[in-house]
């Protein structure tokens, strides 16, 4: 008994509070997103997704009790098995039928499963283990080999589904990568490629490449009159033109049909104003509309009227937008700041290296899901299908979410009970 009692005076509660006030905010936005007024339904009725996702609110509930009952040692012993029982769902999935273009949920009864969704903490468990274990520094190449391996793996299988958005969350894992040693540059580079990717999107080919071999050639004028000094210069032209020649590849052989539409929407958004540029277009309107201080709760019209899909679960925010105005969205951002700052704050000062690395994957993993998702409500980011953490409705989402902090919530409540180590 004592032990437990041990186990609640060092609960973050902080945490625990910032966590219940997202869920119960973002239940009742899922159900002013699916508000009729002429049909009079409550909140609480389990034909509306409110109704739903209150029975999966209690589920949550029901599995918070149990990661704090269970004992440490079942997270940090066990990672690999659950990993690997993931990957195995994952594939197993892929022989599933497609659902809105993807084969990427297990249908049982009424009940959506995603795999995807619970593949994030399962391999934040896996990579903490293996970093902690043995003690990677990412000083040498082999040390970047195995981690980046873990990664790929669950990346890889969920690209064939396809699920494009899942596969740019795992790309936060560079994150707890960076606080452990990995060296910057990579992400510099990789921020580099994403900008020159996106700029070729808009600018002719030729330009570019007239572009990159003129600032090339300026370099070596310059500084690379040695060869040590150019044969990076001359690297990094090759590189450039390479990713600038590869958009095409990627577009067209890679990318789904719908993929490359909305990527040409995202660009170009009266393209297809009444098809793929729907959605985004009446996701700018609806938030647009609510103003400073909103149309007030259940009173949102672009909600009444269904004028954008999906409001319930990738466009929840323009219910927030619409309803709270600028002022209820700018809490709700403040409120998922302080999640994440949190989390990094309570991450460093864990005395188990395990825990820190696993508490920096939860705030990427969290971070890059809210980046995304309210950027593709404003028009930032192509539709690609990714939920707000604890508001969109969906049982699979809040479950992985819910499970993946409050593991970490169990980690630094027993931080003393554990050896360090790295």
Known sequence: MKRYNNLNIRVDWFLVTLYVVLVIFGWLNIYASVYDESLGLSIFNMDLNSGKQLMWIGITFAVILMIFLLDLNFFTSFGYIFFIITLLMLVGVLFMPEVNGAKAWFQIGPVKIQPAEFAKFTTALTLAKYINDYNVKFTTLKQYVIPFSILLVPMGIIMLQPDAGTFLVFCSFVIPFYREGMNPTIIVLGLLGIAIFVLTLLVDQLYLIIGVVVLGLLLLGVGGRSVKKALPIIGGMLLTIGIIFSVDIVLNNVLMPHQQKRIQVLINPNIDPLGDGWNVTQSKIAIGSGGLFGKGFLEGTQTKYDFVPEQS???????????????????????????????????????????????????GILFFHFMINIGMAIGLFPVIGIPLPFFSYGGSSLLSFTILLFIFIKLDAQRTQVSTRG
């Open 313 to 363: 679960t990738d466009f929840i925010f323009c219910t927030i937008g619409e309803e709270h105005g600028w002022l209820g969205s700018l809490v709700m951002v403040a409120l998922f700041m302080a999640l994440l700052l949190r989390i990094l704050y309570v991450a460093e000062r864990q005395k188990y290296r395990f825990s820190r690395i696993y508490g920096y994957s939860v705030a």
